[in-house]
């Protein structure tokens, strides 16, 4: 029999101004959150004599996996134009750069285990979980919805008959008030601890319910929905109007033309406020330089130059999902004391999701990043879980801070980088200053040296065309 310790130990979790855990019931600020994990403390968790880890430990490796979730989401973005091969997906399976988005999903969710550890007034931390949600939306509809100019054009400003309204920010501003709202609103509270992953499941079991109704609310819209033909226009930069019409008259289809997410959008969103460069316009079917953008083919489907926004209404339920399951991974590190018991629900769960989403796979329900197909969700998470893993026996288990520093570093600014790259301030200053005349300037110069490559490929200093920083 174990001897009960009373050592206390607490759990500092930082974050940049993207991931900072709110105080419920505090001051309104946003802040870092101290959870006191103890034995015997508030919520009962029952200690050991094994090794645990140290007082007031911070927990580094969510800061670290953030910052390298950073890094990854530049390089993706920049050499994904020279090498195909870790650019995004046309659209079925799944690439390098796919499972940049759903690993801040993840990180989302693990924060919120901390952030709402304790609610004493879960109306006020309902409202402040609403009002961050908010703020976080807008600053996405403003960065993503077409306002902020190119790097050579100098114009500004959005129609807002056709701005986006849908964008990586507005998804993880959902994803985050649904699950914030889960974490304030559904979690049995008993008089006991927590020893065990039944205990766990228990305590948890309204959340995990409101992830299966989503899952089965997505699976019967994607698959049951009947999808009737419909029209599009595009006008070109001549003015001249293209008329199109896509024929479907199908249910269950998964196709780029005809599937159930893209009718959603185009029937509330509005076809004019959807994502006007999808990421299949890469196929074989649209680009005669695929897996490249390139010119259409003679016998390109009509649906090639449709708008598809890859976060949309329908596929964002699954974007809940992988938050939802997060958090979960976050409750193991509030309820457990243990490395080696956190490590073990950590693997056992991730190992479980990702032999599900292959299976998946593999009997047709295909990982597909622009739906967020269950499949890719399964093994997007289980990737995540795994390689936070990795990062936290290398940081907080074994104590490699400091080669890990530059990526906490990224990781507590993740937001002001995200935003200072998908704006093209940077960029935009930099090429400010040139010398004789504005073509002499360091971006052009580095998009020279990069091989001459357009617009639409890499730029000096990592930094890429605004709207693919983050794209499916």
Same mark, same amino acid.
């Given at each position: 029999?174990?001897?009960?310790?009373t050592?206390?130990?607490?759990?500092?979790?930082h974050g940049?101004?993207?991931?900072?855990?709110?105080?419920?019931?505090?001051?309104?600020?946003?802040?870092h959150?101290?959870?006191?994990?103890?034995?015997?403390?508030?919520?009962?968790?029952?200690?050991?004599?094994?090794?645990?880890p140290?007082?007031?430990?911070?927990?580094?490796?969510?800061d670290?996996?953030?910052? $390298?979730?950073?890094?990854?989401?530049?390089?993706?973005?920049?050499?994904?134009?020279?090498?195909?091969?870790?650019s995004?997906?046309?659209?079925?399976?799944?690439?390098?750069?796919?499972?940049?988005?759903?690993?801040?999903?993840?990180?989302?969710?693990?924060?919120?285990?901390? @952030?709402?550890?304790?609610?004493?007034?879960?109306?006020?931390?309902?409202?402040?979980?609403?009002?961050? @949600?908010?703020?976080?939306?807008?600053?996405?509809?403003?960065?993503?919805g077409?306002?902020?100019?190119?790097?050579?054009?100098?114009?500004?400003?959005?129609?807002i008959?056709?701005?986006?309204?849908?964008?990586?920010?507005q998804?993880?501003? $959902?994803?985050?008030?649904?699950?914030?709202?889960?974490?304030?609103?559904?979690?049995?509270?008993?008089?006991?601890?927590?020893?065990?992953?039944?205990?766990?499941?228990?305590?948890?079991?309204?959340?995990?319910?409101?992830?299966?109704?989503?899952?089965?609310?997505?699976l019967?819209?994607?698959?049951?929905?009947?999808?009737p033909d419909?029209e599009?226009?595009?006008?070109?930069?001549?003015?001249?109007?293209?008329?199109?019409?896509?024929?479907?008259?199908?249910?269950?289809?998964?196709?780029?033309?005809?599937?159930?997410?893209?009718?959603?959008?185009?029937?509330?969103?509005? $076809?004019?406020?959807?994502?006007?460069?999808?990421?299949?316009?890469?196929?074989k079917?649209?680009?005669?330089?695929?897996?490249?953008n390139?010119?259409?083919?003679?016998?390109?489907?009509?649906w090639?130059? @449709?708008?598809?926004?890859?976060e949309?209404?329908?596929?964002?339920?699954?974007?809940?999902?992988?938050?939802?399951i997060?958090?979960?991974?976050?409750?193991v590190?509030?309820?457990?004391?243990?490395?080696?018991?956190?490590?073990?629900?950590?693997?056992?769960?991730?190992?479980?999701?990702?032999?599900l989403?292959?299976?998946?796979?593999?009997?047709?329900?295909?990982?597909?990043?622009s739906?967020?197909?269950?499949?890719?969700?399964?093994?997007?998470?289980?990737?995540?879980?795994?390689?936070?893993? @990795?990062?936290?026996?290398l940081?907080?288990?074994?104590?490699?801070?400091?080669?890990?520093?530059?990526?906490?570093?990224?990781?507590?600014?993740a937001?002001?980088i995200?935003?200072?790259?998908?704006?093209? $301030?940077?960029?935009?200053?930099?090429?400010?200053?040139?010398?004789k005349?504005?073509?002499?300037?360091?971006?052009?110069?580095g998009?020279?040296?990069?091989?001459?490559?357009?617009e639409?490929?890499m730029?000096?200093?990592?930094?890429?065309?605004?709207?693919?920083?983050?794209?499916?």
């Open positions: 029999m174990e001897t009960a310790t050592t206390k130990s607490s759990i500092v979790v940049g101004r993207d991931s900072k855990e709110e105080s419920a019931g505090g001051d309104g600020g946003v802040h959150a101290v959870v006191d994990v103890e034995a015997g403390g508030s919520g009962g968790e029952t200690a050991s004599t094994d090794p645990a140290p007082t007031r430990q911070r927990l580094v490796s969510l670290v996996f953030r910052g $390298i979730t950073v890094a990854l989401m530049i390089i993706v973005d920049d050499v994904g134009g020279v090498v195909p091969a870790i995004h997906s046309p659209w079925d399976g799944v690439t390098l750069a796919d499972f940049v988005f759903p690993f801040f999903l993840f990180i989302v969710g693990v924060s919120l285990a901390f @952030a709402y550890r304790k609610v004493p007034n879960k109306v006020l931390a309902t409202k402040k979980a609403v009002l961050r @949600a908010a703020k976080l939306f807008l600053v996405g509809l403003i960065l993503q077409g306002y902020f100019h190119g790097l050579h054009d100098l114009t500004y400003g959005v129609d008959r056709k701005i986006r309204l849908m964008g990586v920010l998804r993880i501003a $959902i994803a985050y008030l649904a699950v914030a709202l889960c974490e304030i609103w559904l979690r049995f509270s008993s008089g006991g601890g927590i020893s065990s992953g039944c205990m766990l499941v228990r305590r948890y079991r309204h959340q995990m319910f409101v992830g299966l109704v989503l899952v089965v609310m997505y019967v819209i994607l698959y049951g929905l009947y999808v419909w599009y226009e595009v006008t070109t930069p001549d003015s001249t109007v293209k008329h199109f019409l896509v024929k479907c008259g199908v249910r269950g289809n998964t196709g780029p033309g005809c599937n159930a997410v893209g009718m959603i959008d185009r029937s509330f969103l509005g $076809i004019q406020h959807l994502y006007t460069h999808p990421v299949y316009l890469k196929t079917q649209c680009s005669m330089d695929s897996p490249r390139g010119p259409f083919p003679p016998d390109a489907p009509s090639c130059e @449709a708008p598809f926004d890859p949309g209404v329908l596929s964002s339920l699954m974007a809940i999902v992988t938050c939802l997060g958090l979960q991974i976050g409750h590190i509030v309820h457990f004391k243990k490395h080696g018991e956190r490590i073990r629900r950590w693997s056992i769960s991730s190992l479980c999701l990702l032999t989403g292959f299976s998946l796979h593999l009997f047709g329900l295909h990982m597909n990043k739906l967020y197909s269950l499949s890719y969700t399964c093994v997007t998470i289980g990737t995540a879980g795994l390689f936070f893993v @990795a990062i936290y026996l940081v907080d288990v074994y104590g490699y801070k400091r080669p890990a520093f530059p990526m906490e570093w990224v990781g507590k600014h937001l002001m995200f935003v200072l790259v998908a704006c093209n $301030i940077v960029p935009v200053l930099v090429q400010g200053f040139y010398w005349e504005p073509r002499n300037n360091l971006v052009h110069w998009r020279r040296g990069a091989g001459g490559v357009d639409d490929g730029v000096v200093a990592a930094m890429s065309y605004p709207v693919e920083l983050w794209r499916p």
